[in-house]
Nanobody, 120 residues
Framework: VQLQASGGGLVQPGGSLRLSCAAS????????MAWYRQAPGRQREAVAG???????NYADSVKGRFTISRDNARSPVYLQMSSLKPEDTAVYYC???????????????WGKGTQVTVSS
């Protein structure tokens, strides 16, 4: 299974972007997808996750600004990002994993990443 993230780019502060993550196949042991990001010199951090049942969770730093969504278990996963800030600048990765209750556990399925740069 391959995950392909796209939609990154350069945007001004306050702007919006929508990222997409498409999977080339299905992972029977996975019941969720998530977006992570990694800024230069920092550890990769979770941004948002969505379960096959539609449950979502978000990092505190993006709550109210980012929305993760998907139409069904086979559709791409989207990350709508609004009111972007310079500190959102990072490489964004999608991941396939598992939700156990409300906690997301990443599995070793990662997309290549897409660069998001927020700058004036």
């Amino acid at each position: 299974v391959q995950l392909q993230a796209s939609g990154g780019g350069l945007v001004q502060p306050g702007g919006s972007l929508r990222l997409s993550c498409a999977a080339s196949g299905s992972i029977s042991s996975s019941n969720g997808m998530a977006w992570y990001r990694q800024a230069p010199g920092r550890q990769r951090e979770a941004v948002a996750g969505i379960s096959s049942g539609g449950y979502t969770n978000y990092a505190d730093s993006v709550k109210g600004r980012f929305t993760i969504s998907r139409d069904n278990a086979r559709s791409p996963v989207y990350l709508q990002m609004s009111s972007l800030k310079p500190e959102d600048t990072a490489v964004y990765y999608c991941n396939a994993g598992r939700f156990i209750s409300v906690t997301y556990y990443p599995m070793d399925y990662w997309g290549k990443g897409t660069q998001v740069t927020v700058s004036s």
